[in-house]
């Protein structure tokens, strides 16, 4: 069971186009990572946001933290056929131990 | 350093077998993880390691499994008696502690046959 609901399930986007991923739960956590996993390999971090209301921008990939720490959204600008892949997120329960949610799957076609 | 080493990247075993997975965390992290991953969800966690002590295991964690880290470095998982919904991406992360960040490795591909 995951307590982390993270939404859409699957995306299909054209080269170029915006994409938002949603992540939700009604858990505190103390910090939220973002990672891409690609098929047969491990997930690889992308982020981590710790303070409620927190905005972090990597290139085209922008992260945010909502106010309450319980809930994340990952925004693309401009998506390539790169960003391609399984996108999950992750809450930190302040131990180091890590609630993944099920992950949103993200396809770009040129 | 070149990151969390995980070995085999594949395993095919018959049902019944045993199996161990190595996991080699980054050199200065103390903190040590397995999840496990099955297709089309996300890591569940497992176990933990804070140097070579085993600090928590999931309920997921049968008696048949079994975790070891005994110098806090390496660590291995074993699985005894596979049975068929043991397979699954096994994955191993490390920190340098409670609260960082985590680096995962590649992940050991288990099929039961």
């Known amino acids: 069971t995951q307590l982390l609901e993270q939404s859409p399930q699957f995306l299909s986007i054209q080269e170029g186009e915006n994409l938002t991923v949603y992540c939700n739960s009604s858990s505190v956590f103390s910090s939220l990572q973002w990672y891409r996993q690609e098929p047969g390999e491990g997930p690889v971090l992308l982020v981590t946001v710790v303070t409620g209301g927190e905005v972090k921008k990597l290139k085209r990939l922008t992260f945010q933290f909502g106010d309450a720490r319980k809930d994340s959204s990952l925004h693309i600008t401009a998506a390539q056929p790169g960003d391609t892949g399984l996108y999950l997120c992750a809450g930190d329960d302040g131990w180091g131990k890590l609630q993944f949610g099920a992950g949103t799957q993200v396809v770009v076609t040129p | ?113």
Not at chain 2, 61 to 76: C, N, Q, V, W
Not at chain 2, 78 to 96: K, V, W
């Open chain 2, 1 to 113: 350093d070149t990151g969390v080493s995980q070995d085999p990247r594949h395993k095919i075993t018959k049902r019944g077998q045993n199996v161990t997975f190595r996991c080699d965390p980054i050199s200065e992290h103390n903190r040590l993880y397995w999840y496990r991953q099955t297709l089309g969800q996300g890591p569940e966690f497992l176990t933990y390691f804070q140097n070579e002590a085993q600090l928590e295991k999931s309920r997921l964690l049968s008696d048949r499994f079994s975790a070891e880290r005994p110098k806090g470095s390496f660590s291995t998982l074993e699985i005894q008696r596979t049975e068929q919904g043991d397979s699954a991406m096994y994955l191993c992360a490390s920190s340098s502690g409670g609260g960082a960040e985590a680096f995962f490795g590649q992940g050991t591909r288990l099929t039961v046959v």
